[in-house]
């Protein structure tokens, strides 16, 4: 099939053939697509839409583009996680190393911040020396000695997401479940995990802003990994807030390790149990969820998670003495507070915007090949719920350039909602969505 037809057939609504759908990825690939149809096909997508058996051709299509991480020599069950993305979302750096000190095996490649997200890979590189580009050989060995090991996408996983994933950032058309679902399955698959969990983002901060649609992916996503013989469930999380009380790469780092040390915020912490104890469980290391649970608790208060996060950081060439000393982690030389506007109740805190502020004073990036500044970002100093008084100090902004204060202040200062009584309860999980069935929190 030509390009142009395979583009008019979607345009005009139709299912596309599985011949069709890997006649795309092949072009993207060697670059028989130029951008220029593939953008068009991808718009289609968007707005037309994709089966789900289309939607797990063209994840095959991209797993197959490149190399599957053969974990086979590490024993035990290897259980990956993946966030859709969030504002404040440093969840991984304190769940692997608390699942791996339970006994569970967690391969984890991470991505990088883009837009008013935030990335693992920048938040683990603000610890000065930590590698996350290793070799495949180097993250088994590491698997193999820590449990747990973060690093980047290899050039050889799913090279057809990367290309795409480029293109749909500067075309509109990242939002769309069946594109998001092939990306992140595509790069899931080739992990090499015996059994994922996946957190689905929902609200201001996250790609999904409503329930039903962060719903819709998480069924999508756990569809695509259960068909493919991987064991996947899906949590659906809040992100109208940003999660815990850091945004910024290093200032997130030290929160992660104050989090390890059980002094971390409370949503933060109850995310982070309730996750690590779905792995324990799918990892085969509790026979219930309430055994899970308790040895995932004590793996945070004895410190073991700690331990075995010190080690990666060891292992992947990090200064241990940031670890144990936070304070050494880069830091931004100017802070700025923005205060509360009037008295009453914090009643949001839009993580958009706050995200969108964070990646204005440096944080994060507009385009990948953007640099970025690991000492900034923002802290919450106060939450959703709180009471405050006018004038009271709300949001400490972290920067260098004097240039980047003015539109991140004015972003914050509009993410700031303050009414007379307090927000209605919100919980941090919504849905528990398996192969099996689904279980709604709210
Ligand atoms: N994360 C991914 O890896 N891919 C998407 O398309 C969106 C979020």
């Keep these: 099939m030509r390009a142009v037809d395979i583009i008019r057939a979607k345009r005009d609504g139709e299912s596309l053939p599985r011949e069709a759908v890997e006649a795309f990825v092949r072009g993207v690939v060697d670059g028989s697509w130029p951008d220029y149809q593939s953008a068009a096909l ?4 968007v707005l037309r839409g994709m089966t789900a058996d289309e939607t797990a051709w063209l994840t095959a299509a991209m797993v197959a583009s490149g190399e599957r991480v053969d974990l086979a020599s590490i024993p035990g069950i290897k259980v990956g996680k993946h966030s859709t993305g969030g504002v404040g979302d440093k969840v991984s750096i304190v769940l692997a190393p608390l699942a ?23 938040k683990l590189e603000s610890i000065p020396g930590f590698r996350t580009a290793l070799s495949l050989d180097e993250f088994r060995a590491v698997l193999a000695e820590v449990g747990c090991c973060l690093i980047s996408q290899t050039a050889t996983i799913a090279p057809a997401d990367k290309t795409l994933y480029a293109l749909r950032d500067v075309t509109a058309t990242i939002e769309s479940v069946p594109l998001i679902s092939a990306s992140v399955m595509s790069k899931k698959l080739a992990e090499g995990s015996d059994a994922l969990v996946l957190d689905v983002k929902c609200g201001r901060g996250a790609f999904m802003k409503t329930r039903q649609d962060a719903q819709a992916l998480a069924r999508a ?12 469930e899906a949590f659906v999380t809040a992100m109208d807030a940003p999660l815990g009380r850091a945004v910024g790469n290093a200032l997130e780092v030290a929160e992660c390790i104050e989090t390890l040390q059980g002094r971390g915020p409370e949503g933060l912490t109850a995310l982070v149990i309730r996750l690590a104890s779905r792995m324990v469980e799918l990892g085969g290391r509790a026979a219930s969820a309430f055994e899970a649970e ?16 010190r080690a990666m950081v060891v292992r992947q060439g990090g200064d241990p003495a ?7 982690l880069p830091r931004a030389p100017r802070t700025f507070a923005v205060t509360a506007p009037a008295s009453g109740f914090l009643t949001g805190l839009d993580a958009g915007r706050i995200g ?22 923002l802290v919450l100093r106060r939450v959703c719920g709180d009471a405050v008084l006018a004038g009271d100090v709300v949001v400490e902004l972290h920067y260098r350039e004097e240039a980047s204060l003015a539109p991140a202040v004015a972003l914050v200062e509009s993410a700031i909602a303050i009414g007379p009584q307090p927000p209605p309860a919100v919980p941090l999980v919504f849905d528990w969505i398996r192969a099996d069935g689904e279980t709604s929190f709210a």
Aim: hydrophobic fraction near 45%.
């Design 42 to 45: 991808l718009m289609a997508i």
């Design 100 to 122: 791996a000190a339970c006994g569970v095996v967690v391969p984890k490649m991470s991505g990088r911040g883009l837009g008013h997200t935030g990335g693992t890979l920048d």
């Design 221 to 232: 996503l756990v569809g695509i990994g259960t068909d493919a013989g991987v064991r996947t």
């Design 294 to 309: 308790a040895r995932v608790r004590d793996a945070l208060a004895s410190g073991a998670a700690f331990d075995t996060f």
């Design 322 to 328: 940031v670890v144990d000393d936070p304070g050494r």
């Design 356 to 377: 969108e502020a964070s990646m204005r004073l440096g944080a994060g990036r507009e385009r990948v090949d953007q640099a970025i500044d690991p000492g900034a970002g």
